[in-house]
């Protein structure tokens, strides 16, 4: 049986009423900042619940444009977790500031304890990741922010509809950059990405600089970018935006499935599964004795797991002008050799996720 990480080709499926839509769509030419675009952001920041969602060209851009718009530039610094995708850094590094790494805990996001030991002067902003889809634990993390008087960028990339008591992943801080990347929970064809935030001024900012700063056709307030969310990706993400929670929750029954068989197996750690909390599993990621091997058997029974990732950020090659040296990040570390990702979308059929489970369950009584 061959348990596959992508299924686009089957959400992509049919898409009668799609490609109807794209086709009035290209008859309209209403191809940049049209009603299309608008009328996903109305439901964007309605599925959130926050005042404003501006549509952007990436996730990245999503992080990096609200860091533009609060004015954090060279010779500031951002902190953020040790393991995370590298564009939570890159878009502090695009706009010139620093990424300052605190290591993460077993959650998977950064250990809140140890961001306050992290605040220097030079401190202009927090940016926790939501890895996984597990969030942040964010209320202490807003206490340090305000003591601190410093604002809150949450990479929500990972984490849409995922909640801590009821409050969803994107209303915690000033601002939230999510993904519409095609292989995000919520997802378009192509880069696109939203920015949500309760601030009307910022969200004014904002508008201006996805659009080269400019107010209307002929008047400029400021330097911008060129990042707009396309209408196209809009009619794809309207097309999509009303299935957001049925993919949560279907998510969240293969994470339980998942959860119960492994808990049985003792080379098998799962990550804490405190209550109150709601993770979404846009990653399904597990602790594994002997991991390597595990990854290899799973990969010849034609299972597709992944390693996120197998070097922590801060060690890469591209990120040795940060000045971080191995064992700096001792818990990003550890992760890097004992996790392993499974797939767990909502496209998966139970006999797929059961395969999975047998081929682990088989691999360690093998071994024992
Ligand atoms: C995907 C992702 C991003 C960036 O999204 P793009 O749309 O690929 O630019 C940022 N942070 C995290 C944690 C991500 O997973």
Redesign the pocket.
Known sequence: MHVRYSYLPQQFAKIDDLLTELGQLARSGDFTLGAPVAQFEKRFAELIGTRHAIGVG??????KLPLAALGIGPGDEVITAAN??I??AG?IHEVGARPVFVDCDDTFCMDVAQVQGAITDKTKAIMP???TGYMTEMEPLMQIARRADLPVIE?A??AILADINGQRAGTFGRAA?F???P??NLNVWG???VIVTDDDELDRKLRLLRNHGMTNRDEIACFGYNSRLDSVHAVVGNWLVGQTEAIAQTRIAHATRYDAAFAEIPQIRLPPRPPGRRRVY?LYMIFAENRDELLATCQAAGIEAKIHYPIPLYQQVGLRSLGYRAGDFPVADRHAKEIITFPCDQHLSTAELDHVIETVRAFYSRAA
Do not use: N, R
């Open positions: 990436s996730g990245t851009d999503a992080l995370t995708f564009a939570t878009a990741v939501h890895f990479d990339c990972q950059g993904s519409l990347h292989l995000k880069d696109a990405g846009h």
